[in-house]
């Protein structure tokens, strides 16, 4: 080479150089954005799952489509996106500014070649076996195997099989694992394609990690197809819910589809312990540890008492029973106080009052001995601990005439009450009245004798605070005021003395609404749901764990049973003790969660029906059709679960028999057997 050339060679180089620096540069310079969208049919709208989206500059997989449809990534602006999946035409996209991007795949545009998927033939189709979703705990397992014929499977191709969940009652979708299967030189070129790193998760091929290649081991016996096994689970929460599980397929090769076919290869679940009696009771809690503390509420009460008097005199009339029995009642309401270390008395007010008879002057000085004598008694009878702090009051009046006048009406004396009240009615004076009055011809035999001494006479009110417990009717009639100011401890005794299930499921949850962190309620509550077959598996959530009592556990594993959140009752009975009160809990817990060896002889010991049960989930079919003739003929289930066992020894004659009979005697059974994979496929064959 000569100088000439030498320098133009340099020169080029020198060009080439400087634009790479400058793409290099420019690359640096690209912002980075978050880029998130969906991918749609332009068809129907409908969300599209599994779209792979590739960066086709750095041809890098940088994202992949999920249920919804949706994806987010991070990428440049500038950046060339290839949408594509099986089944569609690819969609390429320019990342601008945009923050939401929708791209919509075009569905029948798709080029298909050598096969008619509408006229398919057992040749020119992909087989996957028809296979049952088995329930374990709240993992639903699917397994099959799919083959696929010579004739359809070059050397350029590749075979996508995606099965998703179907939750027919949620109507939701669920990817699960797909099966990827390349012929050699179409796997040769992918790994060429992305550099040889595959596997890589940034920059590879996303399916990679699924990929089986075809080789001789891949070969049926006997036969000139390709078999390749799928196993897959998935953790549900809802096992209530009806599922299936459908297969979406297609081969493809480096730029077009050549097949695609969807199919359903299991109609609803496997899970013979769905049948399980269980028995399992709900318990309150009886640890008094953990019952609220009794709380000693203030209580005012008042008492009276009336005492009578001689006439005329400031004593007290000793001869007067009625005395006695005022003075009995006022002792016991004095010791009651006394008795009470929490008692405080706050307040005694004495009111002296004398009869009308005689001059006023004189029966007013007389009143207010009356109320210093009974002010002293009354003093006396006080203990000395319970005088100081007391505030003592009186006052003294003089009855008027009026007073009597209306003991004479309510005894209908109104002749007597009439000249009474005719004297009232001529003159203000109560002087001038009592001077007159006593001229009556009846005043000594009738007003002194029996009307004027019962104007006569001491009362008292004293106010006393005590703080103590309520008793059961004073919390009822709170209760019956306003819930909302009752205390634990009152909402405790309440609820636990009441005997109307639905009045006291009314108490605690309204004791949980004033107090939501109330453990010993939410645990009462929940014992009585789970014995009434109502359980809720939310009640204890914040109770329960490694600190909870054993009982709030096991309610709380119960509750969880019986929702079917098996893995949740499992994690919950961690902190469950093994003990003799435990050991069924435990042993149904653990079969539900698919441990049946460790927990058979536990569980299958409870009875004929749980043992053939057992069986049947340990696929131990020989056995369990043997026992099932032992069962009761006049009970449904039984017929059911005999028509499980003829399925599965592959008598479908027999088995329909026994599940057209366990129909007719219970009919809720049909909608249950079109969801149960054991027996579903008997209804499929009446109904074609």
């Known amino acids: 080479m000569n100088s000439e050339n030498i320098a133009t060679h340099f020169k080029r180089v020198a060009l080439t150089l400087a634009a790479l620096l400058c793409l290099a540069l420019g690359a640096q310079a690209q912002e980075v954005v978050r880029l998130t969208g969906r991918v749609v049919s332009k068809q129907t709208g409908e969300p599209l799952i599994g779209v792979n989206i590739t960066d086709t ?71 996957p076996e028809p296979t049952d979703i088995e329930v374990k705990g709240n993992w639903l397992y699917v397994r099959t195997r799919v083959r696929v014929p010579k004739q359809m499977f070059q050397h350029d191709r590749r075979l996508v099989v995606q099965p998703i969940l179907n939750n027919v009652t949620e109507n939701k979708l669920t990817l699960m694992h797909p099966m990827v299967y390349d012929a050699k030189e179409y796997h040769r070129t992918q790994d060429r394609l992305y550099n040889f790193n595959m596997n890589s998760e940034t920059a590879g091929d996303p399916l990679a990690k699924h990929v089986t290649v075809k080789s001789s081991a891949t070969r049926e016996k006997g036969q000139a197809n390709d078999i390749i096994g799928y196993s897959d689970s998935i953790f549900v929460k809802n096992l209530k819910a009806e599922y299936s599980c459908d297969v979406y397929m297609a081969i493809e090769d480096y730029t077009h589809i050549i097949y695609r076919d969807t199919t359903i290869i299991a109609r609803g679940t496997v899970n013979p312990l769905r049948w399980l009696d269980c028995s399992l009771l709900g318990k309150p809690l009886a640890d008094a540890s953990y019952y609220p503390t009794p709380e000693k509420q203030m209580r005012d009460s008042k008492g009276n008492i009336n005492l009578k008097f001689l006439i005329g005199k400031a004593t007290l009339n000793t001869n007067d029973p009625h005395n006695d029995i005022e003075i009995e009642k006022l002792r016991q309401q004095i010791d009651a106080i006394r008795a009470d270390k929490d008692a405080t008395i706050q307040s005694l007010s004495l009111e002296g009052i004398a009869s009308p008879d005689g001059r006023y002057n004189f029966n007013q000085n007389l009143a207010r001995q009356r109320m210093d004598f009974a002010l002293g008694y009354i003093r006396e009878k006080l203990p000395e601990n319970l005088r100081s702090g007391i505030e003592f009051s009186s006052k003294s009046s003089v009855a008027p005439w009026s007073e009597v006048v209306a003991l004479l009406r309510r005894d209908s004396l109104f002749s007597e009450a009439d000249q009474v009240q005719s004297i009232i009615n001529r003159s203000s004076n109560i002087d001038v009245q009592s001077a007159r009055i006593r001229r009556l011809p009846f005043f000594r035999s009738l007003l002194e004798a029996r009307y004027l001494p019962k104007l006569r006479q001491v009362n008292y009110v004293m106010n006393y605070t005590i703080f103590r417990q309520l008793t059961l009717d004073e919390i009822r009639n709170l209760y019956a ?103 069924l809990l435990h042993a149904i817990s653990g079969v539900l969660n698919g441990r049946y060896d460790e927990n058979y002889k536990t569980v299958a010991a409870t009875g004929k029906r749980n043992e053939l049960l057992m069986m ?63 027996v579903n496929d008997l209804l499929l064959e009446q109904n074609k």
Not at 559 to 566: D, E, G, P, T, V
């Open 57 to 127: 500059g750095l041809r890098r997989a940088l994202a992949v489509t999920d249920e919804d449809g949706r994806f987010s990534m991070n990428t440049h602006v500038g950046t060339q996106l290839r949408f594509s999946m099986i089944g569609a035409k690819q969609e390429m996209v320019k990342v601008k500014n945009d923050k939401f991007l929708t791209v919509k795949l075009d569905e029948d545009n798709v080029q298909l070649k050598e096969v008619e998927v509408k006229t398919k033939r057992i040749t020119d189709r992909i087989m």
């Open 481 to 583: 005021a306003d819930y909302k100011k009752l205390t634990r401890y009152e909402f405790f005794t309440l609820y636990r003395s009441e005997n109307d299930a639905v009045k006291r499921d009314t108490i605690i949850r309204q004791a949980l609404e004033m107090y939501p962190s109330f453990m010993i309620a939410a645990n009462d509550l929940a014992a009585d749901l789970i014995n009434r077959g109502e359980s809720d598996p939310q009640l204890l959530e914040p109770f329960a764990g490694e600190k909870a009592p054993a009982t709030v556990n096991i309610n709380h594993a119960i509750a969880l049973l019986q929702n079917r959140q098996f893995a949740a009752a499992d994690e919950c009975l961690s902190y469950v003790p093994k003990t003799e009160e435990s050991e």
């Open 616 to 678: 049947l989930a340990m696929k131990r079919n020989k056995e369990a059709l043997k026992l099932s003739r032992e069962l009761p003929d006049d009970e449904a289930l039984t017929h059911y679960l005999r028509a499980i066992c003829l399925n599965r020894a592959d008598d479908a004659v027999g088995a329909y028999e026994e599940l057209k009979r366990s129909f007719e005697m219970d009919p809720s059974l049909e909608k249950i057997a079109h969801t149960d994979g054991d």
